[in-house]
C-alpha cells in the first residue's frame, strides 16, 4: 500500500514508526513531517490545509490510504473536501467528517450531543457576547471552581479554571468581549467544575464497530508537581492503574457504545478515532471533552503497546471493516516523557542543535518540533521537540528506561519534567 500521513508532530512520527513495521507498507508519505519521520519514510512539503495539493499528490502517487494526523484539516472538513471529488472519493480516509469532526471543533455542539445520547458529563451552559448579562448572571449561581471553555478550537489554551467569582466574570467578558481566544471564544461554555482523577481513553471506529485502545493518562502543566502553565502535554503513562477492568467496562457502556450509537443514529459519518477525555468520580466516568484524533503525547505511550498490525487496523477503520481486523495489546507499561525548548509554552529560541545517543535500549525517541539546518545538524524547531517513551514490564523499569534516554540527549536550554508518572507510582506502592 501506498499511504499519506498529514502532520508533523510526535503523535505523526509514533504513527509512521508503526505503520511502516507492517509489511503491507510499499511507500509512506509524511506531509510535511519532521526529521523524525524523514528518517523512516518521505516527507512532503505540504501543508495540512492544502487540499487541492493534497488531492493533487493523492492522485500523482496513486495513493491507497490516508490517515489524518492532526484535528485542524478534520474540522476545515479534508474529508468531505476529497469524498467530494470523483477522482478521489473512493479512496479510504482515517478521520471523521466535517460534522463528526465538531465534535472537537465546537464545545457547545459536543455537550448538546453528550445530553441528547444520555452521556455523562459536566453540567454546562453556552453564552454568546450579546447573552454576556445571563452569562454573568448565571455565574452568581454555581459553586466554585467553574470552568470556562471557549466553543471553537484554541491550540489547547481555550479552558480556564476559575477559583472566585470575580476571576470568573472577569475571564468570561475577556473572552466574550476582548476575544482573548479569538473567533474560538465567540461563544462561551460555562461548565461544572468536575473532581477526580483523569485519563484519555481511545477508541478507533468505521461508524459502525469500534476498538477500544489502550488508555493513558497525561500531563499538561509544564512544572513539577502539575504547577504552571498549560502545555500541549509533558508526558504520557500507559496503562493506567485507577482504570481497571470494571471502570473500563463501565466507560464502554455508559460512554463509547452511546457516542458510537450516536454518530450512527444521528447520520454522521465517522470513521477514524475518538479521543475521550475522562473524569473517574469515585469509580464513576464523566465525560470531559471529546478530540476527533489520537492524543498527543498520549500516541507515543499507546501506539508502543499495540503488538498487532497497525496499518491493517488503519486501513479497516477507513474501508469500514473494522470488525474483521484484530486489535492485539501488550501487558508492558509505556511511559513518555516530552523534551521541550526552554521558555515554553511562552516564547522559545529555535534552531539549537540536539545532541542524540547513537543506540538507545527499551526506548524510542520520537520527534515533534524537529527539522535539520543547513549543515545537516538536528535542531529544534517547535516548543514540544521530542517524545522519549520508555518501555518495561513495570511502571518503575518503563520510567526508568524513558529517563536514562532523557539523560543522554541535550541541547541548549532543553527542559522537561522529571516526576512524569511520580503520582501513579506512589498510587501503588
Known sequence: MNILLLGSGGREHAFAWKIVQSDDCENLYVAPGNAGTASIATNIP??????????????EKDIHLVVVGPEEPLVKGIVDYLQNHPETALIPIVGPSEMGARLEGSKDFSKRFMQRNNIPTAAYETFTAAELSEGLAYLEKQKLPIVLKADGLA???????????????SSLKEMLLDQKFGEASSKVVIEEFLT???????VATDGKSYKILPEAKDYKRIGEGDTGLNTGGMGAVSPVVFADAAFMKKVEEKVVKPTVDGLRKEGIPYKGFLFIGLMNTAGEPHVIEYNVRMGDPETEAVLPRISSDFLH??????????ASHE???????????????GGYPESYEKGFAISLPSEVTDSVIFHAGTSKNERDEL???GG???????????LSSALANAYATVNQIS???????????KDILKLIS
Open 46 to 59: 505540504l501543508g495540512i490545509t492544502d487540499f487541492p495539493g493534497i488531492k493533487s499528490f493523492i492522485l
Open 155 to 169: 491550540a489547547g489554551k481555550g479552558v480556564l479554571i476559575c477559583l472566585s467569582l470575580e476571576e470568573a466574570k
Open 196 to 202: 477526580g482523577i483523569e485519563l484519555s481513553v481511545f
Open 313 to 322: 487496523l488503519l486501513n479497516g477503520i477507513g474501508t469500514g471493516n473494522l
Open 327 to 341: 486489535l492485539e495489546i501488550a501487558s508492558h507499561y509505556a511511559t513518555t516523557v516530552v523534551m521541550v525548548s
Open 379 to 381: 535542531v529544534n524547531q
Open 384 to 394: 514540544r521537540v521530542l517524545a522519549i517513551t520508555g518501555l518495561g514490564p513495570d
Open 411 to 421: 541541547w541548549n536550554k532543553a527542559n522537561y519534567r522529571s516526576d512524569i508518572g
